[in-house]
């Protein structure tokens, strides 16, 4: 049997004869195929050291590295989930689907349940060769299309767009999956996880992107929270004259910290169309259900559902009197003659639970965009250090091989060794990351501050000015984007 030879990428130059392999190589294809031969390698979250022990009061001058960086979880969740993106499953024969390929199944029931549209489903996360992005693929399986109309109900879905509905992107039938299925097509969310999942727990470990099988029950702080977000979601649904239809704990993600979204709209309007109901009449539904939902939380399961006596019960003794009135006017059906809205619901009975989620959402927005921030000053050096990396070394340049070694150029490969490869008075490297972002500042700043530049020889030493050093850059760097001058002669 022929042996796979393991190769490190990093070590692709050291294979002398053999196979040569160059890792960086990227064809046009690349956007949209992912390979699917292999799992990536798992991400090395390890590669920033965590954060020691604080320094207390340090000088208002003096900075620790980790406050020049993302913090440690934000990061780590942000990588998290371009793994969960880009993760793929080798060797699994699932077809490719319209403009969809590389399925990936979300869901890893081996029963699966018909509960919440009469049909079993299976969602798969998938990648469009139209836009090279990913999304996710809802297969209601064994479902006829009676009616071409139908289908047309979620033209309505793709026009709305909210931060607490998971966005609809198309439907459409197919028989790829041998069988005749229809699809619908959502925005992928990765690491999401739903309400019951976080809330009821017990099966989370049937999906492949929620490996641990942690849940809690919700505080009444939380179960506000999703109330609040729940009626944006339908205050938007409802004023489109549509009707969610499904309110339930596997059917709403969780897509961040305290971030819910109603997922897997439109799909009863497809399958299940005017069953004999008038819209504001489905409309009264969502809110029964999601008062119903309310209780659940609030009960820590779906089993009380069957004795929602007892539940309310159970609020009494738990929740506030505010709580308590508000699920009251959810779960009751009102008399017959009267109309019960969600614009009312949020009006008389969530409307300082808005005001409160508005001023955390607008909290957790300010310390995003204070991380954000101090990204882009990373990305002005990242841009900077390319820039100089496209110049120094350069092997060759229009037939010159030694362009990058002489003139201003020259001087820039010394900058980088005074920057990089310094060492301290017992000749060890000076690793020092302060002293690179230092340098790497003032080049970008231009600064007047002068810098001396020894050869490597030792038997040279120039003095230039930071504002010279980028004019350098600047100038090399031009030089390398004007259209060749070769190719004009030519
Ligand atoms: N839009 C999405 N983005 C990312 N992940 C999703 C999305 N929709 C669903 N998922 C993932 O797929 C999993 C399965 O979703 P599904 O709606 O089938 O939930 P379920 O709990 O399995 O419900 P059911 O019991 O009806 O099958 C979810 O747990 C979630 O991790």
Not at 183 to 200: M, Q, S
Not at 415 to 424: E, G, M, N
Request: glycine share 4%.
């Amino acid at each position: 049997m022929a042996q796979t030879q393991t190769v490190n990428p990093y070590e692709y130059t050291n294979l002398g004869n053999q196979v040569q392999i160059n890792p960086y190589v990227h064809t046009a294809n690349d956007m949209f195929y992912q390979q699917q031969s292999n799992f990536p390698q798992p991400l090395q979250y390890h590669l920033y050291a965590p954060r020691g022990p604080e320094r207390t009061k340090l000088d208002p001058h003096q900075r620790t590295i980790h406050g020049l960086f993302l913090p440690d979880n934000l990061r780590e969740e942000l990588q998290k989930k371009n793994e969960a993106t880009l993760q793929s499953v080798p060797n699994i024969a699932l077809p490719v689907v319209d403009v969809y390929h590389s399925l990936v199944p979300l869901d890893m029931t081996v029963n699966k349940s018909s509960s919440a549209f009469g049909f079993p489903s299976s969602v798969y996360k998938a990648w469009s060769n139209k836009d090279g992005k990913p999304y996710v693929l809802r297969r209601i399986e064994g479902f006829r299309l009676a009616n071409e109309k139908h289908i047309m109900n979620v033209q309505r879905w793709k026009k709305i767009l909210s931060g607490s509905i998971v966005t609809v992107h198309d439907a459409f039938t197919t028989t790829r999956f041998g069988d005749s299925s229809i699809i619908f097509v959502y925005d992928y969310h990765p690491c999401a996880r739903t309400l019951h999942d976080e809330h009821f727990g017990g099966q989370s470990t049937r999906h492949l992107s929620q490996r641990n099988n942690h849940h809690q029950n919700a505080s009444e702080a939380q179960i506000w929270n999703y109330m609040v977000q729940i009626s944006t979601a339908l205050k938007t649904i409802h004023a489109a004259g549509l009707a969610a239809r499904l309110i339930d704990a596997t059917k709403i993600l969780i897509t961040g910290k305290g971030r819910i979204r109603l997922n897997a709209c439109s799909i009863l309007d497809v399958l299940a169309p005017d069953q004999h109901a008038s819209m504001l009449e489905y409309q009264l539904e969502d809110i029964h259900s999601l008062g119903r939902l309310v209780l659940s939380l609030a009960c820590g399961g779906t089993g009380v559902l069957q004795n929602p006596k007892k539940g309310l019960e159970h609020v009494q003794r738990q929740y506030s009197a505010e709580f308590r009135a508000a699920l009251n006017y959810l779960i009751v059906v009102p008399e017959q003659g009267q109309m019960k809205t969600i614009d009312e619901f949020i009006s008389q009975y969530a409307y300082s639970h808005f005001a409160q989620s508005l001023d955390s959402a607008q909290l957790a927005n300010d310390e995003l965009e204070s991380h954000l921030s101090r990204e882009l000053e990373n990305g002005r050096l990242v841009r900077l250090l390319t820039k100089i990396n496209f110049i120094i070394e350069r092997p060759e340049y229009e037939d010159q091989r030694a362009w990058s070694e002489t003139g201003e150029r020259y001087l820039l490969k010394l900058f980088r060794d005074y920057v990089f490869h310094s060492v301290d008075e017992h000749g060890h490297p000076a690793v020092d990351m302060a002293h690179v972002l230092a340098c790497i500042n003032k080049l970008d700043a231009g600064s007047d501050e002068k810098v001396m530049l020894v050869s490597r020889d030792e038997q040279n030493c120039f003095v230039a000015s930071y504002k010279e050093l980028k004019r350098h850059v600047d100038n090399a760097f031009n030089e390398l984007c004007k259209p060749s001058s070769l190719a004009l002669r030519r």
